[in-house]
């Protein structure tokens, strides 16, 4: 019976042993449970937020894909641009030469049009001296002749009396108009001074006087 009574505290000791080990296992069983829904709770987080970071990596990626395509585009611009701006700077260069033979022929141009101009208007002022020495000798001219008739009357008057000793001479005989025709051919030239017109008036004088004198000298002879 003793034995029996001690079996029986023992197991009821082992039995309260038990309990107790129970209920540490159940707290340990409720503590691991909360930090398994815990993980759970972290792990949906953890796949939305993979989810997400997903969903904004396929977009980084889209993004990306697109400023490559710009990068692409941008670079062909760039080197076009490039090329663009190597040709206008040639161009510049010939251009800048072109300009500098241009600006060298153009004051070329402008020194000839000097040089012109003064020529132009060198000439002009000769011009304009000789227009006013014409008008001087113009001036002269009718002065000279207004001072020369009264040579030209005394020519004329000197003629009428050669004319009338000559006319007394035919009358007197015709051995004597020989002399005279060749008297007046040696008288009728004037002096340099007079004017070439005057001159040919006194030749046709001569002439005209030449021509008369055989007409008189039959009338001499018929009386």
Known sequence: MLQ????????????????E????????????????EEFQSTLAKSNEVFTTFRQEMEKMTKKIKKL????T??????????????????????RDGHFKALQGKLELLERLCRALQ???????NRLSL???????????????????????????EDGEEEEEEEEEEDEEGLPHVDGLETEGIHEAPRPPE??????????????????????????TEQD
């Open 68 to 71: 490559e395509k710009e990068t």
């Open 130 to 156: 000789l227009q006013e020495q014409g008008d001087k000798g113009t001036t002269a001219l009718p002065e000279a002749q207004q001072r020369e008739p009264p040579a030209r009357e005394e020519d004329e």
């Open 4 to 19: 029996l009574l001690k079996d029986a505290t023992e197991s009821r000791r082992k039995c309260e042993l038990m309990k």
């Open 194 to 219: 007079l004017d070439p017109p005057l001159a040919a008036t006194d030749q046709t004088t001569t002439a005209t006087r030449t021509s008369s004198q055989p007409t008189e000298s039959p009338t």
């Open 21 to 36: 080990q129970e209920t540490q296992l159940k707290q340990q069983l409720s503590l691991y449970m909360d930090k398994f």
């Open 118 to 124: 003064k020529e132009r208007n060198d000439l002009n």
């Open 73 to 94: 585009q941008w670079r062909t611009k760039w080197e076009s641009n490039n090329q663009a701006l190597l040709q206008m700077a040639e161009e510049k260069t010939l």
